[in-house]
């Protein structure tokens, strides 16, 4: 074993965090961990871990599962294509017979990158293949000086060779654990305790002063800027909902009436509720006009900040009288049974303000 193998390990059998996926080698059960954990702190990951196992306990009753139930279990993890994938993944598996047991096999299945093929193959199968995260990014950068942007298609070669090369091969189970719990915390990304840290004496950015600089990145992600408006369209104990079925943010999740625009249009009642108006129907002949309609404006200018765009939203309410009231595009249903559907945290933040008691 490699000395820097050999200290990562000895760190980690003191300082482990103790974690049920890590008790298994059944790797459908690795499987879910790694793929809750992707853009999930673990702290708050783990009750989702435990929840979605207790409901989908082997790959064969999550492929046989309703994909809006899967959604709903996955509600408020956010990166909502980690549930599509998974779910579309456990089909697969599930067709096979069996979870694969080959490396490339994994990394063929729907949303498995080499990082998630790596940590199954090694933790239920002690295959050799090195995980390279976010994590391992920064600990190798700092240890060995790396200054070579993590996100460029050179640096990402570099940084696998070198993990490999430093991989614990005939323990790379543990090994793998280790440098992960190394970098989530010891090699922290602020402020890491270096005077601790088993590694320091070898650190080559320690040594140069860099420990604050390094990983290097070399592409900022361009934010795009998008403005939704949500009407929770009210008939009696009813409203109107929708499945986003567009290949777009939330996909497969459920929303109340939303009129997205190219501008900000806080303020703009009058104009918003006409846009609203024009996309009502009414199939019982009723006689309706802005006198017999309520509209609120619930909470206007609400930032909601996605990896790749900001969502700017204006929630509002609309109360109907009694009738036929029709929405193309979406569902009646009653307000007692919103709970059932899966929804964005966006929209979920929304249906708390509606739907608080003696509002």
């Given amino acids: 074993?490699?000395?820097?193998?050999?200290?990562?390990?000895?760190?980690?059998?003191?300082?482990?965090?103790?974690?049920?996926?890590?008790?298994?080698?059944?790797?459908?059960?690795?499987?879910?961990s790694e793929i809750i954990l992707q853009q999930t702190r673990v702290a708050q990951g783990y009750a989702y871990y435990l929840r979605f196992i207790q409901r989908f306990p082997d790959v064969?009753?999550?492929a046989s599962a309703d994909e809006d139930e899967v959604m709903k279990y996955w509600q408020g993890l956010g990166y909502y294509s980690r549930a599509r994938n998974l779910y579309a993944a456990a089909k697969s598996i599930a067709e096979m017979g069996a979870f694969p047991k080959d490396y490339e096999?994994?990394?063929?299945?729907?949303?498995?990158?080499?990082?998630?093929?790596?940590?199954?193959?090694?933790?239920?199968?002690?295959?050799?293949?090195?995980?390279?995260?976010?994590?391992?990014?920064?600990?190798?950068?700092?240890?060995?000086?790396?200054?070579?942007?993590?996100d460029s298609n050179q640096g990402k070669k570099q940084f696998a060779l070198a993990a490999n090369e430093l991989l614990d091969k005939d323990s790379p189970a543990i090994?793998?654990?280790?440098?992960?719990?190394?970098?989530?915390?010891?090699?922290?990304?602020?402020?890491?305790?270096?005077?601790?840290c088993p590694?320091?004496?070898?650190?080559?950015?320690?040594?140069?002063?860099k420990v604050d600089t390094l990983p290097v990145k070399k592409q900022k992600t361009k934010m795009k800027e998008r403005f939704f408006?949500?009407?929770?369209?009210?008939?009696?104990?009813?409203?109107?909902?929708?499945?986003?079925?567009?290949n777009d943010i939330w996909r497969n999740l459920y929303e109340p009436l939303l009129l997205e625009t190219e501008k900000d249009f806080s303020g703009k009642d009058?104009?918003?509720?006409?846009?609203?108006?024009?996309?009502?129907?009414?199939?019982?002949?009723?006689?309706?006009?802005?006198?017999?309609?309520?509209?609120?404006?619930?909470?206007?200018?609400?930032?909601?900040?996605?990896?790749?765009?900001i969502v700017h939203a204006n929630f509002y309410e609309l109360v109907l009288p009694e009738g036929e009231w029709e929405i193309l595009g979406y569902q009646k249903v009653s307000q007692?049974?919103?709970?059932?559907?899966?929804?964005?945290?966006?929209?979920?933040?929304?249906?708390?303000?509606?739907?608080?008691?003696?509002?």
Avoid at 128 to 143: C, F, H, Q, T
Avoid at 175 to 184: H, R, S
Avoid at 199 to 209: E, I, K, T, V, W
Wanted: some cysteine; glycine content about 4%.
């Fill in 1 to 32: 074993m490699n000395e820097f193998a050999n200290r990562l390990i000895d760190w980690y059998k003191i300082n482990k965090r103790d974690l049920p996926w890590r008790k298994t080698k059944d790797p459908y059960r690795i499987w879910i």
């Fill in 60 to 62: 064969f009753v999550l």
């Fill in 105 to 150: 096999k994994v990394l063929a299945l729907k949303g498995i990158g080499e990082y998630t093929a790596a940590a199954i193959c090694s933790f239920a199968y002690d295959l050799p293949y090195a995980v390279v995260d976010g994590n391992v990014y920064r600990i190798l950068s700092r240890w060995l000086g790396m200054d070579i942007p993590i």
């Fill in 175 to 196: 090994y793998n654990q280790a440098i992960m719990d190394f970098g989530a915390l010891q090699c922290t990304p602020v402020s890491p305790d270096c005077t601790i």
């Fill in 199 to 209: 590694l320091s004496d070898s650190c080559m950015a320690l040594a140069q002063g």
């Fill in 229 to 246: 408006n949500y009407i929770y369209v009210r008939v009696g104990t009813y409203t109107f909902v929708r499945k986003r079925t567009a």
């Fill in 270 to 309: 009058e104009r918003l509720l006409q846009k609203v108006l024009d996309v009502l129907k009414n199939n019982d002949g009723g006689v309706w006009n802005h006198q017999n309609l309520f509209w609120k404006p619930i909470k206007e200018d609400v930032k909601h900040v996605l990896s790749h765009r």
């Fill in 336 to 359: 007692d049974e919103l709970y059932k559907f899966a929804v964005s945290n966006l929209v979920s933040h929304f249906f708390s303000l509606i739907l608080e008691p003696n509002h």
